[in-house]
């Protein structure tokens, strides 16, 4: 069965730092996401992407966040300068279509230190 | 903001037992869905319950849509050791974008 992708599974990176996190959704999903799980909270919306553009994006997702779908098959959440609360679990999604389940890549588990 | 309140947070119980985890909202949704999470990985489709009243069965785990859309009930039937993890109730907003519910956490134990 095709699977969301994502890579790396773990990224340390230093406060300030730059970090781009990547994910392959399934092949013929048109919407894809972003979402984060700080360790032991609920899952939060971050941004969702729809014909080469942001369709929605919440409060969280502010000027140092960025997406980017550059070939048609990655999709990138890029933080411009990591802070410490940005530690979490970054998760991609995707799905067919507007009304069809998400289906969730394993994370990237980010740690700034 | 459409906010999905689920309860209990937190559960713990012998395998064997029965329990139901509640996800309530102020909100109508058009439809609902149930995840179920692992620690370190990302949380998995269970089921989509879109008609009020509707009720959808997984083996032992039986998923209830209320008449009114706003609220959905996971029943699970003689608990596994199996059953554990974080259970997500999830809807979608008029746009794109869905809102998760806050988690029961179950622990089954063997």
């Known amino acids: 069965e095709p699977e969301v992708t994502q890579t790396p599974s773990h990224q340390v990176t230093q406060m300030g730092q730059e970090v781009i996190l990547r994910c392959v959704p399934i092949s013929n999903h048109l919407y894809f996401y972003w979402y984060r799980q700080i360790l032991g909270q609920k899952v939060e919306f971050l941004v969702s992407f729809y014909n080469n553009e942001i369709s929605e994006k919440s409060e969280i997702f502010d000027d140092q966040f960025s997406v980017e779908r550059p070939d048609g098959s990655n999709f990138t959440l890029k933080i411009r300068s990591t802070k410490l609360e940005d530690s979490a679990m970054y998760f991609c999604?995707?799905?067919?279509?507007?009304?069809?389940?998400?289906?969730f890549g394993n994370g990237t588990r980010l740690t700034v230190t | 903001t459409q906010l999905l309140e689920q309860s209990p947070q937190f559960l713990s119980i012998q395998e064997g037992e029965n329990l139901t985890v509640y996800c309530n909202s102020s909100?109508?949704?058009?439809?609902l869905q149930w995840y179920r999470q692992e620690p370190g990985e990302g949380p998995v489709l269970l089921v989509t319950?879109?008609?009020?009243?509707e009720v959808k069965k997984l083996k032992r785990l039986t998923f209830q849509f209320g008449d009114a859309r706003k609220d959905s009930s996971l029943h699970i039937t003689a608990a596994q050791p199996g059953d554990t993890g974080l259970y997500l109730c999830?809807?979608?907003?008029?746009?794109?974008?869905?809102?998760f519910g806050t988690g029961t956490s179950l622990t089954v134990i063997p």
């Open positions: 909100s109508v949704f058009s439809s």
């Open positions: 999604a995707s799905r067919v279509w507007r009304d069809s389940p998400l289906h």
């Open positions: 999830a809807g979608p907003n008029t746009g794109n974008q869905f809102y």
């Open positions: 319950v879109v008609t009020g009243g």
